[in-house]
């Protein structure tokens, strides 16, 4: 079927580099979404990262981010303007753990850890067409009122346990430099093929809220070797964004990023 694009994704000003103008492969909605960040020493986090990605920093710490949320109406770009949707991919809960990286080009983005989905096709296909750490996992996602219920266990692989309560306070967060460096991000980076490679994403500005959470369990940073600080994390809240991904490319040092 021809795809239309949620008029949100038509906004491009607040993009710190141009789109690309090769073809979308991918769009999906994130909805239901918890930003919860802690910050940790920068060289924690640079010898967990691979070779050719350097640790991004914001007033001299690195930032963890724990982020669960809901992916549906996942489509795939086949020919033109026509995507089509997969059968058990198109809807389920995502959990990931990231942190945040400059590329040898210089780009600013995320790199993740790890990245737990409910949907066993997902976690393949995104491990083969992007390079990403995804583990199958069996998670739910539950609403009673205004709190959300997310819980999260790997039958195999690394330990991973999560359970946590969220709700937004319905209240717009702040806009300030801190919330921007965590939220504002429209590419990832990963290593394969013995090169750092780029996936290229855009969505509208994030409208974040206030929000409370309450963790019961999560394991996902232990399970990397981190130790969280004994604080509250910062917490962000986004009822939902529309976004598009294009396939990864090979990153050049000497040169701008590719469109």
Avoid at 60 to 69: I, K, M, N, S
Avoid at 236 to 244: F, G, I, K, S, W
């Amino acid at each position: 079927m021809t795809d239309h694009p949620d008029p949100s994704l038509l906004q491009t000003t607040h993009r710190p580099w141009p789109m690309p103008t090769r073809p979308w492969r991918l769009r999906q909605r994130w909805s239901k979404l918890l930003f919860a960040h802690w910050p940790v020493p920068a060289s924690d986090v640079q010898r967990r990262l691979p070779a050719g990605l350097r640790v991004d920093t914001h007033d001299g710490w690195a930032w963890l981010g724990v982020v669960p949320f809901l992916m549906d109406q996942v489509r795939f770009r086949t020919l033109g303007e026509h995507s089509i949707g997969v059968p058990t991919a198109t809807a389920f809960p995502e959990l990931n753990l990231r942190t945040y990286v400059l590329a040898p080009d210089g780009r600013a983005g995320v790199y993740f850890f790890s990245l737990d989905a409910s949907s066993l096709l997902a976690v393949l296909g995104a491990r083969i067409a992007f390079g990403l750490p995804y583990f199958y996992a069996r998670m739910s996602m539950q609403q009673q009122g205004s709190e959300l219920h997310y819980t999260s266990r790997r039958p195999q692989g690394p330990p991973a346990l999560f359970d946590a309560r969220y709700r937004s306070l319905n209240t717009p967060s702040p806009q300030d430099s801190l919330r921007e460096f965590l939220t504002a991000r429209y590419a990832f980076f990963t290593r394969r093929f013995g090169h750092v490679q780029a996936g290229e994403i855009h969505h509208a500005p994030w409208h974040l809220e206030n929000a409370e959470a309450e963790f019961t369990t999560n394991q996902l940073p232990a399970s990397f070797g981190f130790t969280l600080p004994n604080r509250p994390p910062i917490l962000h809240y986004a009822p939902e964004v529309h976004m598009q991904a294009w396939t990864v490319r090979r990153v050049s040092p000497t040169h701008p990023p590719p469109s």
